[in-house]
């Protein structure tokens, strides 16, 4: 089990959810324009925590998409931030 949260596997993982947040919201906007079938805000915010912070804000702002709504434009800044925070608290103290 163990071999599977290496440095390599968790890029990986990183790099993929990013992408996927990144074009969910594309989609989304483009959906959104079109009237039809939307992705729920609570899963943009599951990707957000899941690791793609980085892929949500980079896809909200390429596609200006809910850039209005304040608990995109701080809450998803704010998890990635509150992410970042853990991990480098984690490799310091353990």
């Known amino acids: 089990m163990a071999d599977i949260f290496t440095l390599k596997n968790i890029i990986i993982y990183l790099i993929a959810i990013n992408v996927i947040g990144f074009l969910a919201m594309g989609i989304d906007k483009r959906k959104a324009q079109k009237g039809a079938w939307r992705i729920k805000e609570s899963t943009l915010f ?13 896809g ?7 850039t209005q709504k ?3 434009t701080i ?16 490799k310091v103290f353990f």
């Open 46 to 58: 599951l990707i957000t925590v899941l690791g793609g912070g980085l892929g949500t804000i980079l």
């Open 60 to 66: 909200m702002y390429t596609f200006r998409h809910k």
């Open 70 to 72: 304040l608990a995109f």
């Open 75 to 90: 809450g998803m800044p704010a998890i990635l931030i509150l992410e970042i925070a853990t991990v480098i608290y984690f």
